[in-house]
């Protein structure tokens, strides 16, 4: 690592394409000693990007480490820092700092049944999990995908659903809330779509990463409707950080710190803790 | 490391030797002490001792002669560059600078070493290491001024420190008959204290004035108060205005962001920031946690008391040095220790 830990390494857009509306994924090869860093990482976690002269901003790594060098993020135009991600091409560098947080405990979750619950951009952190679940396919249960967005343009990973789908023992649900007349999924929240499916918990643990309202609303019903335990009730969470690694303060989820005690937390550790994060 | 007072040396010196040996410190190193800026007490640079704003009103007892700031932006500036940006076509260039001067702080008081302690759990003892505060905190050597006597908004007894406590000063100096008692507390300390040419004795401090002292509520008691509704009513006073985050000796939490220096040039900057802000946790959306003033106002207290404790290993300790001015800086009258009475008052 750098001396100075707030010094972000230096990378190249490989591959920039549109996701979703004012979703785009930038593919990043790191370089300036990136590379050793980024070599391996965990499903779960974040790093900053940066684009230089706005400022950084914290995201989702969106890919498996097992899926090649490079680091894909998807960045939803929202801000200035995202707006200036967006304006940047193939070939341009942008920083990053990183990877950073703890993961998700894919070794744990062996043997297991897995329901991955994704609203919008929230799925961005979770196609990393659906991928190492892909790629050691034998490793796990039945993967149960939940998808939801806003509307049908903003489904992130559209062009991967065949993938998904053809995968063995692995399902994938569709929800919108508002459609369009080409849509032929689901309508409605993702709660509904979660009481359509009912997946039993049953050795089976569950991963949702979405806005905090939703998380809300997902989580309980896990518990409630379905009897998943606190302990299998798994979220990723997100807040402005500023700098990643337990000092800026800003990320306090009561005693626990989203950067270094999270991302990923299971529902006994925040379960409490989550009314202040809404 | 602090020796423990009974091995420490002590030296008795006069007015005069003290603003020779500040004289030749500020000759040689970088020489910080309370001055008077605009109507205001704050830390600053000084050349010679003449410029230390309290000199002429030696000896010090009361809290108007602390520093409206703590010493907390000598090691954690309200703003400081990280590197600077070059952006030539699509090249980047990172550069970066590192503080790296020697550096004395005289007039140190016990509540604001204390602070620096605190903040040390943080920037120094908690993985990865703040360079730029660690090498700031290593270049620096503290020299303390007794407090006689405690202030009218003071409380530092109640949370576990003293008006005469040397504990986290490198030098600690006391007033005393003919001048002064000076201390060496660390080897750090005992390096720059020219021992010849003074006066060795077996003196030991006078003790200060202990005043104010209130039972303030351990750690282990703050999650239940956490509903109380009294957060909701006492942020009624509240204006957001961070001024209490801003003067606090330990209040850390602070902004990252890119400034423009010149076309195709910038610099990423931190500045402090403070968890009373409206906007402090806005996420990208818009979306806004923690949007009453009251959960804000609470978060405050529970940092000090609760979290920053529970998250940086402080033990029984909290991160309050009983400093007094988040109380003289409010605007609204919101006083901490009336804060801390309260919760202790039987339901």
């Not at chain 1, 509306?21 to 000693?33: T, Y």
């Not at chain 2, 620096?116 to 120094?124: E, N, Q, S, T, Y």
């Not at chain 2, 050597?141 to 000063?169: R, W």
């Not at chain 2, 204290?193 to 060795?200: A, L, N, R, T, V």
Request: hydrophobic letters at 35%; one cysteine or more; charged letters at 25%.
């Amino acid at each position: 690592m750098n001396e100075n830990p707030m010094l972000p390494y230096l990378g190249k857009l490989v591959e920039v394409r549109n996701l979703a509306a004012d979703i785009k994924l930038f593919r990043v090869e790191m370089s300036n000693g990136g590379g050793e860093a980024f070599r391996t990482f965990q499903p779960g976690q974040f790093a900053f990007v940066s684009a230089f002269g706005l400022g950084e901003a914290p995201f989702g790594i969106a890919n498996a480490s097992g899926r090649g060098p490079a680091v894909d993020f998807a960045v939803a135009r929202l801000g200035s820092v995202t707006t200036g991600l967006h304006e940047l091409g193939e070939g341009d560098i942008v920083g990053v700092r990183g990877p950073l947080g703890n993961w998700f405990p894919m070794k744990k979750f062996k043997g297991k049944n897995l329901v991955v619950l994704g609203g919008g951009i929230g799925g961005a952190p979770l196609r990393p999990v659906i991928q190492h679940v892909l790629d050691h396919r034998s490793d796990y249960g039945t993967l149960t995908i939940l998808w939801a967005a806003r509307r049908p343009d903003l489904l992130v990973f559209t062009d991967e659903y065949d993938e998904w789908r053809a995968a063995s023992d692995t399902n994938l649900h569709l929800t919108v809330d508002n459609p369009d007349e080409k849509w032929d999924q689901n309508v409605g929240m993702i709660t509904q779509l979660l009481e359509k499916v009912s997946p039993s918990s049953e050795n089976t643990v569950s991963i949702t990463c979405g806005p905090p309202i939703m998380i809300h609303f997902v989580t309980k019903m896990l518990q409630d409707k379905m009897g998943f335990a606190p302990i299998n009730n798994y979220v990723t969470l997100e807040a402005r950080m500023h700098c990643g690694m337990g000092k800026c303060g800003r990320c306090n989820l009561g005693e626990k710190l989203i950067c270094v005690d999270g991302p990923v937390f299971n529902m006994e550790e925040v379960g409490g803790l989550l009314e202040t994060f809404l | 490391m602090s020796k423990p007072a009974a091995e420490r040396k002590r030296w008795l010196i006069s007015q005069v030797e003290l603003e020779a040996w500040l004289d030749g410190i500020a000759n040689a190193r970088k020489l910080i002490a309370p001055r008077q800026v605009s109507d205001i007490m704050l830390y600053r640079p000084v050349t010679k001792s003449v410029e230390i704003a309290w000199r002429e009103q030696m000896p010090v007892s009361t809290h108007t002669n602390r520093p409206v700031l703590s010493v907390k932006e000598i090691f954690f500036p309200p703003t400081e560059r990280l590197f600077t940006i070059q952006k030539t076509g699509q090249e980047i260039h990172l550069e970066e600078t590192f503080p790296d001067w020697e550096t004395v702080v005289f007039g140190v008081r016990p509540c604001d070493a204390r602070g620096v302690k605190l903040l040390d759990a943080l920037f120094l003892d908690t993985n990865p290491v703040d360079s730029f505060y660690a090498r700031r905190r290593g270049n620096t050597t503290l020299i303390g001024l007794a407090c006689k006597e405690m202030g009218s908004t003071c409380f530092c007894t109640s949370v576990g420190g003293a008006p005469d406590d040397a504990h986290d000063m490198d030098i600690m100096l006391y007033e005393a008959d003919g001048g002064y008692l000076v201390e060496a507390v660390t080897e750090k300390g005992r390096f720059i204290i020219p021992g010849g040419e003074w006066k060795e004795t077996s003196t030991k401090p006078q003790q200060s004035t202990y005043s104010g002292q209130f039972p303030v509520p351990e750690k282990g008691k703050w999650p239940e108060h956490f509903n109380d509704e009294y957060w909701m009513k006492i942020s009624e006073r509240c204006l957001s205005c961070r001024a209490c985050a801003y003067v606090c000796p330990t209040c850390r939490c602070f902004a990252l962001r890119d400034e423009m220096l010149a076309p195709g040039e910038f610099e990423r900057i931190r500045c402090w920031d403070a968890c009373a802000g409206e906007n402090y946790r806005r996420v990208a959306g818009g979306h806004k946690p923690r949007a009453e003033k009251g959960e804000r106002l609470r978060n405050r207290f529970y940092c000090k008391f609760y979290y920053y404790p529970e998250q940086y290993g402080l033990g029984a300790a909290s991160a309050c040095t009983g400093c007094g001015r988040c109380i003289e800086v409010c605007p609204a009258g919101v006083d901490i220790t009336e804060v801390l009475m309260n919760l202790e008052k039987p339901a």
